[in-house]
Every structure is written in structure tokens, then in C-alpha cells.
């Protein structure tokens, strides 16, 4: 089981979370969202995987291949225009 503990949020369309596993290891996902419409709903929004990590021992790690790994990230990292939440891990 994963729980999310961090996001990093680039704009309203992209972003990275951060989540914590069953066991001590972490990973992170960059995430879009995606509009659809079907005909009986209506249009309607969902968050879809862009980049899925592997597992590290830390969340520092997990944060530090982030930044190696996502391009916005290594522009952003020197104090960009992106929004960090941390969530409380359960």
C-alpha cells in the first residue's frame, strides 16, 4: 500500500507526488491532467501517469532523482513558480 506524502506542483496540468510504501521505500509519480467526455456525464478531468519511479530507501533520494529526472523540476529547483505540499503520511 502506498500514501501520498508530498506534491510539487508546476501548474493547474502538472505535477510530481511524492508517495511512502508499505516497508519504508518511496517513489514518486509525474502526473497531467486529461479532460474527457462521454455523452450520458458529461466532461470531466483525471490525473494520468506521465513518469513512474522505481523504489528508494529515503524520501531524499526518491526527491533528489525527481529533480535528476523530471525536466520542469530541474528548471524550477533554484526556487521556480511551483507549489509543494507536504501531506501527513498515515
Known amino acids: 500500500m502506498k500514501h501520498l506524502f508530498k ?13 511512502k510504501h508499505t ?4 517513489s514518486f509519480e509525474e502526473e ?4 474527457d ?6 466532461p470531466y ?3 494520468c501517469e506521465t513518469y513512474v519511479s522505481g ?10 532523482d525527481a529533480y535528476a ?10 526556487g521556480g513558480f511551483v507549489v509543494s505540499r507536504t501531506s501527513r503520511i498515515r
Do not use: M, N, P
Open 32 to 35: 497531467t491532467k486529461q479532460y
Open 69 to 78: 529526472t523530471i525536466s520542469w523540476l530541474k528548471v524550477c529547483q533554484g
Open 7 to 19: 506534491t510539487i506542483e508546476r501548474d493547474e496540468i502538472t505535477r510530481v507526488v511524492f508517495y
Open 37 to 42: 467526455e462521454f455523452a450520458e456525464f458529461g
Open 45 to 47: 478531468s483525471y490525473w
Open 55 to 64: 523504489l528508494y530507501d529515503t524520501a531524499a533520494a526518491a526527491e533528489r
Open 23 to 26: 516497508g519504508d521505500l518511496y
